[in-house]
């Protein structure tokens, strides 16, 4: 894993231990609002372990917060400017999904994340995980089989789909080729 990569997790962990306790809330209340392991959220509080997209999207629920405003957070920045060589990647453990966050930390409410989900790949996030935010996805390149609750979405390149009400949601990429598309994230005011 690269420096990088390695810092980033740092910094997850530290901010997931910091939006904790600013709660108030021990690892055992995460625990049982995010229906995650207290040892898991203790492992990646301490940056031993990269979280999972799936791990991020619990706790993220629990928090009420989106994960583009975890990882904003966490990356930490400033200015109006977001520079292409200097934006961290984050790379699922699990599937290789690769997440760069590509706006600016502004106090603007929105947010535009970059995803490539390789050929194969398939993540899911729980309709907590939609609830204080609405989204956009505008699929660049390959094909997205997206799932909202009982709605199955096929999307090709250029094709762009605004979600409904919030529902446990599926990013799969069944084809032979990575699929890259932005998440365009519009956070409550």
């Known amino acids: 894993m690269s420096t990088l990569s390695d810092n980033l997790d740092r910094c ?8 904790r306790e600013a709660r108030n809330w021990s690892l055992t209340d995460l625990s049982e609002r995010a ?6 959220i203790h492992k990646v509080e301490r940056g ?4 999972t997209a799936a791990l991020l999207g619990r706790l993220c629920g ?5 994960v583009s405003t975890l990882m904003a957070r966490a990356e930490g920045g400033g200015g109006r400017v977001s520079r292409a060589a200097g934006r961290p990647v984050w790379v699922d453990p699990e599937t290789g999904y690769r997440r760069t966050e590509i706006s ?16 194969g790949a398939r993540v899911a ?11 956009m996805i505008w699929v660049l390149d390959g094909e997205l089989t997206f799932t909202e609750g009982a709605a199955v979405h096929r999307l090709a390149a250029g094709d762009c789909l605004a979600l409904g009400p919030p529902a446990d949601c599926v990013f799969d990429n069944r084809g032979d080729t ?3 598309y ?8």
């Open 182 to 189: 932005a998440v365009l994230v519009v956070k409550p005011a």
């Open 12 to 19: 997850l962990g530290d901010r997931i231990r910091i939006e």
């Open 35 to 40: 229906g995650v392991s207290r040892a898991m």
């Open 48 to 51: 031993e372990s990269s979280p």
């Open 125 to 135: 996030y729980g309709a907590d995980n939609f609830t204080f935010v609405r989204q």
């Open 62 to 66: 629990a928090f009420s917060l989106s």
């Open 178 to 180: 990575a699929c890259r």
């Open 104 to 119: 600016p930390a502004t106090d603007i409410p929105l947010d535009i994340v970059s995803v490539e989900l390789p050929a």
